[in-house]
């Protein structure tokens, strides 16, 4: 697991909390980071032990093909049931730091 | 001190957070007690344990094994077994966290210690209250904890479930089933209508000339369209809704006649599910947390409560802006407080959260729809970025998928809140 006390930036390389919570301070730009946000999807998709039997496992996946998957599920061009809405909730940096947080599970 | 150096570089910002803390300070393992060992209080005791292993996390729970309301409504339809929805709390203890099964009956938060039943007090440097709702047994006249024998709530998973599925089973062919959903905000908004689709289920099957009706002092619920679609393909004639405006809010009951008196007028029901109005968890009260509407105001940002500092309050009985109660709002609230709060005992300022909540609904074996959404902390509360719900006339393939989607979302919060 990434050490919490960094954040991840768009381009996967950590920067010190220090400079986000700065960062954060005056601006806009308050994100949380890639595993925060991931947390959420894990329960759906599971880490294996959590036995998901039919939403497919997201763990290891290739960043460029889950760059490509939610940028289709946010513009509604992937058929999806629940990820055209959850999709639309991302920023294309989140979508970004997603794909390389996941390619390392 | 325990901080690392690298705190030391945060420091700038955070140093004030250290002021405080002198057993700590000192070199001290730090304690977190957390009261309340469902989706909020399993999730966020697991995280603090993971985010910060050298803390001793206790978990105050009363009961010895938990019994989730998620998937109840499927065991009063006949879907599903009390078995599937009945989880230990072994798998959490082998992580290492303490779990004591008592109830806390009280906080002294100057003393930071809290009181069991039992006798015990346990004292704590961060407090974390997820003890879900109580029920205002009195808001209806005639109701009662006494009347919820005859006319249950089954709002609480357990007895209380089987107790209303055993009513059913007894119920004759032709009986009128009523359904009274209290007013928002309650545990769960589309939990009344998913629970009138899988007694229709049950009755179609078994007792078709019976007929359910849903007393609702509201005129607009969740999912409601789809819902309705739901009812109209599925179960078509025999569920009545009776909105807020139709006279559906609900004056008294009577158990011994089996009667609802609402402003409409009066019915018999041959099985009666009252759910009654809620608030947080008494020890929410106790501690000093709770708003005069009983429910606990929180930082958007931490989920700690702004009413008494130290103290985190996740689930259904935070105020939690725009999310709503439910389990996984509640895993969602206690990551995130989780993380806060360890990042108060490190003297760091606390990470941004990222809330999210989705609650599907199963009326039908093979027939389910969904409503979720992402959120975010804004100093005017918790806001939706986005979200919604599944779409209207959607194939019969959607509803089959999301219903098979939903056993794996259970079996995905399970794991993260108690696994
Ligand atoms: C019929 C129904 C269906 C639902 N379906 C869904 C669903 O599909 N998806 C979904 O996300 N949500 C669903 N919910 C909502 C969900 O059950 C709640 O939102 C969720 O349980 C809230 O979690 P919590 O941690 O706040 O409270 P709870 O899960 O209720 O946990 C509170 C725990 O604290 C304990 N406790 C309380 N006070 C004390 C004390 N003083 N000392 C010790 N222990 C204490 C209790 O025993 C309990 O175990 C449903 C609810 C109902 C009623």
Known sequence: MPDPREAENVKGVTIPLALMATLAAGSALAAPTAETIARNCVVCHGPKEAGQLEIPKIANYPARKMVE???????????ATIMDRIAKALTDEQIQALAAYFANQ | MRTSRRSFVAGGIAASALVGLPRIARGAAPRVVVVGGGFG????????KRLMPE??????????????????????GGIEKMQTITHGYDKIAKRGIKVVHDEAVGVDANAKKVTLKGGASLAYDRLVLAPGIDFVWDAVPGYSEA?????????????QTLLLRKQLEAMRDGGTVIIVAPANPFRCPPGPYERAGMIAWYLKNHKPKSK?????P???????????????NLYPGMIQWISGKQGGKVTRVDPKAMTVEAEFGEEKGDVINFIPPQRAGKIAQLAGVTDEKGWCPIDPKTMESTKVKGIYVVGDASIAGAMPKSGTSANSQARNAAAALVASLRGQEPPEPSYANTCYSIV????????????????????EIAGGVSRLKAPAKDRDLEAAYAYDWYRGIMYDALG
């Open chain 2, 147 to 159: 009347a919820a024998e005859i006319m249950p709530h089954a709002w609480k998973a357990g007895p």
């Open chain 2, 41 to 48: 209080g399993g999730t966020a005791a697991k995280y603090v």
């Open chain 2, 364 to 383: 039908a074996p093979g027939y389910g729809f969904s409503v979720t959404a992402m959120y975010a902390a804004t100093p005017e509360g918790i806001k």
């Open chain 2, 212 to 216: 359910i009706l849903i007393f609702d």
């Open chain 1, 69 to 79: 998957m939610l940028t289709g599920f946010r513009a509604g061009q992937k058929e």
């Open chain 2, 218 to 232: 509201k005129d607009t619920f969740s999912k409601q369209a789809l819902f309705f679609e739901s009812y109209e």
């Open chain 2, 55 to 76: 803390a001793e996390v206790t978990l105050v729970e009363r009961d010895r094994q938990f019994v989730t309301c998620p998937f109840s409504n499927y065991v009063i």
